[in-house]
């Protein structure tokens, strides 16, 4: 091949990255006004009262490309619950190992500290998960909240509070506690009154544990 072939394949070749790398980047903005959009419209008109013309209008997408990106409402509703549960996972386990990287080694404080990191981040990603824990999204999407209850008992092995009847009745009781504590969390506007309800929760579950 000549030198000049060379070059012109070079400089196709740089052609074709550089296009790929235009629709990445825009596809990825188009991704993010819709889900954007979508987590505004949903908080504020609620997943039922919010259609895919609503998505539309405020994202600027075309419905083609929400439905080429996603597939529907309901899959870009399980896109955004996707996304905060594992944001709230990421934050919760870097709580963990900050409390065994200081020297914790109760089982039950390092949980509540990931618990706290947790409940905190579910205040602050209220927008979404009043959604999702309130249970006002799709029906199928329970099975987030499915994976996270599952995650919260696996968060709890090797946690035993009094003498449980069941293996898992300790996780059960912590899991109560923590859902409960979100739910609340989904009605409060300011971060005091949010860290008074978490710091309360965490203080149960560690009482709880020094009446064992």
Request: glycine share 10%; charged share 30%.
């Amino acid at each position: 091949m000549s030198p000049a072939s060379t070059s012109r394949a070079s400089d196709g070749l740089a052609d074709q990255i550089g296009e790929r790398k235009g629709e990445w980047r825009r596809s990825a903005g188009t991704r993010k006004a819709v889900l954007d959009a979508a987590r505004r419209l949903f908080n504020e008109k609620g997943y039922d009262d919010t259609n895919i013309n609503d998505i539309v209008t405020a994202s600027g997408v075309s419905v083609g490309s929400i439905y080429h990106q996603f597939g529907g409402k309901k899959e870009v509703f399980r896109a955004l619950a996707e996304a905060s549960l594992a944001r709230h996972r990421e934050v919760s386990e870097r709580a963990t190992k900050k409390a065994v990287g200081a020297g914790e080694t109760d089982p039950l404080r390092i949980y509540v500290e990931g618990a706290k990191a947790y409940l905190l981040d579910t205040w602050k990603q209220r927008d979404i998960d009043r959604v999702a824990i309130l249970l006002e999204g799709p029906a199928p999407e329970v099975a987030v909240s499915r994976e996270q209850r599952a995650r919260y008992l696996r968060g709890s092995l090797g946690i035993t509070i009094g003498e449980p009847p069941m293996p898992d009745a300790t996780g059960y009781a912590l899991y109560g506690l923590l859902t409960g504590a979100a739910t609340q969390l989904m009605s409060i506007e300011d971060r005091r009154t949010a860290n008074a309800v978490i710091n309360y929760f965490a203080d149960l579950i560690l009482k709880m544990g020094d009446a064992d």
